[in-house]
């Protein structure tokens, strides 16, 4: 066994009713998240309700993908031996142009040239034919 086979693949989401609407927008390269049709506001991580007023009236909307980044880290640390070959890698909180922040890995650019208020844009890996991962990039 080589040691390319001892890197085990990497976790994927876990695909429900709540999320779906979400992945099957990232398999067409959007951005969608869910929209309380009570209180008026985005949110995530996805949900059965709102987490503003709890109510479970929602519909998911396409948004524009783009944003700044709010914060990010450097793993140095293997936490996860899927991640080998990847180590040092990024995860940030891009604060989406419509208010939500989410968790994200920016590509495209050195960890040591990520700043925070940097803006990104979304981009969209196909991980097999149910996930594509959305990540950011400068723009």
Known sequence: MT???DIPAKPLPAISDFNRPFWEGTRVNEFRMQRCNHCKKL???NGPVCPHCFSDDYHWEKL???GKIASWVVFHKLYHKAFANE???NVAFVELEEGPRVIANIVGVDN???RIGMPVEAVFEKINEIVTVPKFKPR
Do not use: L, M, T, V
């Open 3 to 5: 040691a390319q086979q």
């Open 87 to 89: 180590i040092p890698y």
């Open 112 to 114: 040591k040239d990520i």
């Open 43 to 45: 949110w995530a991580p």
């Open 64 to 66: 524009s993908g783009k």
